[in-house]
C-alpha cells in the first residue's frame, strides 16, 4: 500500500480551484521561494504518513459541503510524490471526484517523467506557479532554474490539461513591466490557459518564519498594493495580446 506523507488538509479550501475543495498539503518541497508562505512544509521528513484511502475517507465526510469542488493537491510540492499522487487522484476520479493540482513543477524533467505523466493521467486542472520568466532571476528567488517549470507548462499544453497560471507580483523582484510583457507573450503560447491570477505579495508569513526560528528573506519588503496588482495583470494581458498577434502575423505571412 502506498503511503504519501502530507502536512495537513483542508475541509473548506476556496482558493484552490474551482468550487469549495478538500485541500491536502503535501510535505516536503525542492524549491525556496523566498516569499514562501508555508516554509513549514519544506522539510520531507516532516509531517505524518498517510494512504490515500485515509484521505478519501476524511474527503467523504465532508463531501456534502463539497458537491461544487474537489480535492486539490498542494503543498509543498505534490510532484516530489508522484506514485502517491497518482493513487490519491485515481481513487478520487473512481468516485467522480474533480482532481486539481496545484504545483510549482520544480520536480518535473523533460528526460524522466513517467511518474508523473501517470499522476497526470487522473489530473482534471492544473494550477501553476511560475515565479519569474527570466531564469537567471529565478534562480535567485526560488534556488532553481525555471527551465523545466517551463518545459513542464509546455507539455501539460501538448497533454490538453487545462491549467490556471498563478504569479506573484513581488516589489522590486517580480514588478518589473519588462519583464510582465515578457511573461505575458510567453503565456500567449499555452493554448490550454483557462484562468489569470495575478496576486500580490504580501507578508502574512513573518510570524511563522520567526517561529520557526528562520529568517525571512525579504525583510521589510513591503506588501504590493491592490493598484499595482491591478497595473500588473493589465502588462502581462498586454503582453499575452502582443503574442498572439505575432502568432497570426505569422501565420499569414506563411
Not at 137 to 145: K, P, V
Not at 198 to 209: E, G, N, Q, S, V
Request: hydrophobic share 35%; glycine share 8%.
Amino acid at each position: 500500500m502506498i503511503k504519501g506523507r502530507i502536512h495537513s488538509t483542508e475541509s473548506f479550501g476556496t482558493v484552490d480551484g474551482p468550487g469549495v475543495r478538500y485541500v491536502v498539503f503535501f510535505q516536503g518541497c525542492p524549491m525556496r521561494c523566498q516569499y514562501c508562505h508555508n516554509p513549514d512544509t519544506w522539510d520531507f521528513s516532516g509531517g505524518r504518513e498517510v494512504t490515500a484511502e485515509e484521505l478519501m475517507a476524511e474527503y467523504e465526510s465532508y463531501k456534502e459541503f463539497l458537491k461544487s469542488g474537489g480535492v486539490t493537491a498542494t503543498g509543498g510540492e505534490p510532484l516530489a510524490q508522484p506514485e502517491f499522487l497518482a493513487e490519491f487522484f485515481r481513487l478520487a476520479k473512481s468516485r467522480g471526484v474533480h482532481t486539481c493540482l496545484d504545483t510549482s513543477a520544480g520536480c518535473y524533467s523533460p528526460e524522466s517523467h513517467e511518474k508523473i505523466d501517470e499522476a497526470l493521467r487522473y489530473t482534471d486542472l492544473v494550477m501553476l506557479d511560475i515565479k519569474h520568466i527570466d531564469d537567471n532571476a529565478h534562480r535567485e528567488l526560488t534556488g532553481r532554474s525555471n527551465r523545466n517549470i517551463l518545459a513542464f507548462a509546455e507539455h501539460i499544453r501538448e497533454l490538453g490539461i487545462p491549467v490556471w497560471i498563478r504569479h506573484v507580483v513581488v516589489p522590486g523582484i517580480t514588478d518589473d513591466e519588462g519583464e510582465l510583457f515578457r511573461l505575458g507573450k510567453y503565456l500567449s503560447t499555452l493554448t490550454n490557459i483557462k484562468a489569470l491570477d495575478i496576486l500580490p505579495y504580501h507578508d502574512m508569513a513573518k510570524p511563522k518564519y520567526a517561529e520557526l526560528g528562520l529568517d525571512y528573506p525579504l525583510g521589510d519588503t513591503p506588501p504590493l498594493t491592490k493598484e499595482q496588482a491591478i497595473a500588473a495583470r493589465e502588462t502581462v494581458i498586454r503582453g499575452i495580446k502582443a503574442g498572439l498577434a505575432e502568432q497570426k502575423n505569422n501565420k499569414e505571412c506563411r
